[in-house]
């Protein structure tokens, strides 16, 4: 028979052993439950909708669904606490820290892990739900009214019009009132500045490394130093293009990583 004092967690990550951290870490506490485990954002719709849990361990970064869809898709008043587990950069987490209970940036020790925990059974504990309505309100409607980044650019060539994903997009180079955008096989030219791209584009997927250049982040390949404590960025495709200075900071933050 299931305690109804004990916190009913669901611990949601695509990655099988964070989902055995968490749950290694959680085995030893007689205060927690974990009603489920799922390895992406459908599985976590459908067990939060079933299980109704307590507490997520919510990562963002999953497929088919990532954890904001995931709570985008959350009843108001079936809402769990939330703590994010991520790899992604402190745009994410500054941006939703202010209503989950915590978060945990990968890789994570015993330490900051219990420091979260202890956090959540303390809140949780309290059962103050005129004040955890208002929290996870206050989260969904921001998720509600987020930037939605384009998944698609308009292309004319030849008067032909089609559609380029930008998942297949490489890098981006300005080129006076147009910009040039590269895939793994052809480019095109669109018309357009570079900075006006750039604010379409996600900032977790695209990069500024130069005033006249975006990449994508996976499609680096290498590193090279160059001079004056400038790079050139290898692509996947063979393109070489130029880490300046002024965006080198940017970049380190990204890849998390000191150049």
């Not at 459908?42 to 997520?56: T, V």
């Not at 206050?138 to 089609?162: C, D, H, S, W």
Request: charged share 30%; with cysteine.
């Amino acid at each position: 028979m299931t305690d109804p004092k004990r916190i009913r967690a669901l611990v949601v990550d695509d990655e099988p052993l964070a989902r055995g951290m968490i749950r290694e870490m959680l085995a030893s506490d007689p205060d927690v439950e974990i009603v489920g485990e799922c390895s992406n954002g459908r599985e976590a719709i459908e067990a939060i909708d079933s299980l109704n849990p307590d507490l997520l361990f919510l990562d963002i970064q999953m497929p088919e669904f990532g954890g904001f869809e995931v709570l985008e898709s959350i009843e108001s008043d079936r809402a769990p606490y939330i703590i994010f587990v991520t790899a992604f950069d402190q745009f994410a987490v500054r941006a939703f820290e202010v209503h989950a209970l915590d978060y945990l940036l990968k890789p994570f020790d015993r330490e900051r892990f219990d420091a979260a925990w202890q956090r959540a059974k303390a809140v949780i504990g309290q059962e103050r739900s005129e004040e955890r309505d208002q929290r996870i309100l206050a989260l969904l409607e921001e998720l509600k009214t987020e930037q939605k980044y384009i998944e698609r650019l308009v292309v004319k060539v030849g008067g032909r019009v089609f559609f380029l994903d930008v998942d297949d997009i490489a890098c981006i180079e300005a080129e006076g009132n147009y910009v040039r955008v590269h895939n793994h096989t052809k480019s095109y030219l669109i018309r357009g500045t570079i900075s006006g791209l750039e604010a379409q584009l996600d900032p977790k997927k695209f990069l500024r490394i130069h005033r006249s250049a975006i990449v994508r982040l996976d499609k680096i390949k290498e590193l090279q130093p160059w001079f004056h404590g400038e790079y050139h960025v290898i692509l996947e495709t063979g393109q070489k293009l130029t880490l300046s200075r002024n965006y080198r900071a940017n970049l380190q933050e990204a890849i998390g990583n000191t150049l």
